[in-house]
């Protein structure tokens, strides 16, 4: 097992006391990653969605880790998603982006939202990749506020109606089904109240997708803009009840949050050992690079980085695994949303600055996609802005210490 995460596991394990199952699907995780390793690179110079790790991933049984036996996944706790997902960050947030999306935004979405029939019908097809799933929150105009979203529906018979434009959507262009969140044509812009969740299948008339390539990193994940024109979805497709969309949007974003932090601890995991190998090999006036003070300077501070990133992110899924022992526990969930928080904007920030020094650690080689710190220096920067911006972060973290009169948009 690769030394960072087995050090991680082995530290864990005092406390979490893992199963021999839980052991099991960590090792595959580990060996899953080192398969995907080199598809990944080659894909990534390519600039294109990189299939060979979804089937490796599902091979392994990665993509059912936190989903009930009963719809064919293994039903591990947080803790068990979050190492396997720190595990796969070691490669780049590329495939980590499509895990975040197939597995945290919308499988765990539908079981904990969805109906038994939709549950069985749609999550055994996740757990085993034969259906690639998008989450369509983000829009034109809205991203930090998802509440302002413009995507209606109409209500007609026992159809729905969908209009509208979706943006910057992860899986968008290779997904089977998406998950559209749209208001009520009837109400107006702004008014959270009225907008809801449904399935929508890519093959609907009136599905239209245009792939968006002009990216700073994130090459081997898919990424697609996404307009609705009529389209015609039955009412078995709604989601939860009418009118919740938000309250569904806000509890997947919690569970991707957490994956992104996750995959984060991992970018910082491969900045460390990139560098610590760098510095071995690579000579400059006469001797190794590790033997100047500056340069260790820079390893010691990834190192220190990986320590505050770990923390925050463990604690945080440990008691996210409480709470969903205990789902109408408001306090814990109140808890568990700041502290996911505090893991999200610690770990995402810590990613950057990781990628950032193994850069200039690597010198001129690290400039360049053909590095392993290029593509990590690439990459981590969008964790500062999906799935909740630093700004976002801070609101919640702040207005949690000065309390609810203080909620910046309440």
Known sequence: MEELFSKSVEELNLFCKFTEDEMKILENADQAAEEMAMPEYEHYLKHEFNHEATEIAAKYGLLGIPIKKEYGGSGFKPIISTLAKERLGQLGMGFSSFFNVQVFLCAQTIQRWGSEEQKKKYLPQAVK??????????????GSDPSSLKTEYEKKGDKYILNGTKYLISNGTIADYLIIFARSKERGVGNGRNISAFIADTKSSGIERTALR??????????????????EIGEECEIGEPGKGLNIAY???????LGVASGCVGVIEAALNAVINRSRERTQFGKPI???????????????NLEM???????????????????????????????????????????FESADRAVQVFGGFGYSLLSPVGQLFCDSRVTRIYEGTDEIQDLKIASSLLGKDFEAYA
């Open 129 to 142: 990749k034969d259906k690639i799933f998008a989450f369509g929150l983000t829009e034109p105009e809205a």
């Open 214 to 231: 002009e990216k700073i990193g994130l090459f081997t994940s898919d990424t697609g803009m996404i307009d609705l024109n009529n389209v």
């Open 251 to 257: 509890s997947a974003l919690l569970n991707a949050r």
């Open 290 to 304: 590790g033997r100047h003070q500056l340069i260790q300077q820079h390893i010691s501070a990834i190192r220190q």
């Open 309 to 351: 990133a770990r923390w925050p992110t463990y604690f945080a899924a440990i008691r996210k695994g409480e709470y969903e022992e205990n789902p109408n526990n408001k306090d814990l969930l109140k808890e568990i949303d700041l502290r996911v928080s505090l893991a999200k904007r610690i770990s995402s920030r810590l990613a």
